[in-house]
């Protein structure tokens, strides 16, 4: 029996975001929250029971201390955490835009001490003793050593027989799309489970902007048996091993639109490790919801709440 549900690799930080309405520039106060997608996804599993390990490397400060505790109470195991000697904490920066002005996002990412991690920082037994390990694109761009461990990572995975979850996750405030297609073909190709959005696709691809056709596409570039593709207000397609899901997004009073995408990979996840991947894209459309509903990017729920929005929402769905 593995040690762990879920493994995975990535950098976690802090959030500063001002308060709706109001310009970076101008603002008097930041309302932080810990931030990191891999994080995000690990929070979420362990709170509906799942055995959950990050893998990382942080600095010896208080900030950092901030970002520990947070994960801790959420139950996710950071017995892999690299305590660094050198290199800070990751930030970015957040100023919600109300319509007509988008969101806009700052990283401040540079010389972190998870950008200085290497291949013999990482605790391989660890990471590799469990049934799954999630992966994303936003880690990949971090850096060159970085790069070199997601690499190890899918080839030890590989010989170990672990299957990876990868979450494309393309920002282009990390990297432009022809070093981010080329980057991220190997994860894309070899993953059991893909996630990746319509609007990914169509900037890294060319993709058609039917989400039906993007998906048909997008099968030619993976052996992955499941692929989840989130479409915003139109919801997710999916397909699983050979069938076609289509579940739309459900109604919610949207708060913080920040960690959505990591919600559905731990909605979708959950129901892969229950064995019940019939219902594992509705499940992930909830969290996306849930995510979408609250203050901050890591998803606290239980699997009560969970069940009691999908049943609210079962006129709904369509398989």
Request: aromatic share 8%.
């Amino acid at each position: 029996m593995s040690r762990f549900d879920v493994t995975a690799i990535g950098e976690g930080g802090l959030r500063f975001s001002v308060p709706s309405g109001v310009r970076l520039e101008r603002t008097a106060s930041l309302d932080v929250n810990v931030a990191g997608a891999e994080a995000n996804v690990l929070s979420g599993l362990a709170s509906l029971g799942w055995k959950a390990g990050w893998v990382s490397a942080l600095p010896e400060t208080p900030l950092a201390r901030r970002v520990e505790c947070q994960l801790r109470s959420y139950g996710v195991d950071l017995a892999g955490v690299h305590h660094a000697t050198v290199g800070r904490l990751g930030t970015y920066y957040v100023e919600y835009g109300p319509a007509p002005r988008p969101t806009q996002v700052y990283f401040d990412r540079a010389d972190t001490a998870f950008t200085r991690m290497t291949v013999a920082d990482v605790d391989w037994d660890l990471l590799l003793d469990t049934r799954i390990i999630h992966l994303t694109g936003i880690t990949a761009a971090l850096s060159p050593t970085v790069m070199e461990i997601l690499t190890e990572t899918l080839d030890r995975a590989e010989a170990a027989g672990v299957p990876v979850s990868f979450d494309v996750n393309y920002r282009a405030n990390l990297w432009n799309p022809r070093e981010a297609t080329r980057a991220l073909q190997p994860f894309i190709e070899r993953a059991e489970i893909l996630f990746v959005r319509h609007e990914d696709l169509q900037t890294l691809y060319g993709y058609d902007p039917d989400p039906a056709k993007a998906l048909d596409a997008a099968l030619a570039l993976t052996k992955a048996r499941y692929i989840i593709m989130s479409c915003g207000e139109l919801g997710v397609f999916a397909f699983l091993d050979g069938r076609r899901v289509t579940v739309p997004a459900l109604p919610v009073d949207i708060i913080d639109r920040l960690g959505a995408g990591d919600g559905l990979a731990a909605g979708f996840l959950h129901g892969w490790l229950d064995g019940h991947v019939e219902v594992a894209v509705e499940q992930g459309a909830a969290m996306a919801a849930l995510a979408l509903a609250q203050t901050g990017e890591q998803v606290v729920t239980t699997r009560g709440e969970l069940d009691a929005v999908m049943l609210g929402s079962a006129s709904r769905l369509r398989r």
